[in-house]
């Protein structure tokens, strides 16, 4: 399916690997020149490398904290004018309640909800004027289903949706669609690092811990980053067009839910 968008501009923050890297590899099959970020810039480099040697796309990349307020000023400049904006950062740490303070809260809102909301404010307003714009959040599935030991990420990533929500239909009127992905278990490197966690806890091995996690998940496997880039992708078509502050669920089914 062409999709059409290209010759767009997309800014894919924390894509040098991931699922971040999976939107940003399918935009560029999309044909569209590409914005990419993550802190460190090693990974950073040879992800963007790859993809201009693959999809001939422009790859622009900035080392940065997107977390930050000056991380945030330099990708912000390096972007410009982006037609599309995927939000992503790192995810906050998993806990027992009795574990966060106010701090671990102002740490987790920072990066998972109001970070995405500086970027909604200082790029999409041009995607308005322009008349013309997509905005894809990933977020989570603890967003339909908590998941308990991710308490940090399921407050702020509700305050997000909430946010979403509202501004996604003051904005669709000049064009700009704004929704939010919501993946279920992926095999990334964090999906690595919250079974390490369940080895740990509980003394049984990574293959266990996998093999547990995937007997609760009707598709049996962890998703991948391309068919979550691949979602992605079209969310940020002009096939996307009528599609509003919708939270779609990328998890296998493991969300046992009716809507
Ligand atoms: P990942 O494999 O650990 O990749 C994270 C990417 O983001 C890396 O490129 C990382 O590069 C970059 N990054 C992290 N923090 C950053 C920051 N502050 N500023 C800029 N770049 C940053 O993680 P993932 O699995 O793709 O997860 C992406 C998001 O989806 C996370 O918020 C995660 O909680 C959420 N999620 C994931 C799953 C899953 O199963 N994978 C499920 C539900 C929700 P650097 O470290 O070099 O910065």
Redesign the pocket.
Known sequence: MDLGIKGKRALV?????????GCARALAAAGVDLVM????AE??EASAATIREEFGVEVVTVA????DDA?RAAVLEAAGAVDILVN????PPPGMWTDWEREDFIAALD??MLTPIALIKALVPGMMERGWGRVVN?T???VKAPIPVLGL?NSARAGLTGYVAGTSRQVAGSGVNINNLL????A????NALDKGVSEAQGISMDEAKARRCAGIPAGRYGT?DEFGAACAFLCSQHAGFIVGQNILLDGGGVNATL
């Open positions: 923050c924390a894509s040098s690997k991931g699922l971040g890297l970020n993550a802190r460190g990974a950073l940065a904290d997107i977390t991380g992503n950062a790192g995810g990066a998972n990933i989570s599935q603890s990420s993946p279920g278990i992926h990334t490197d964090r999906a980053a």
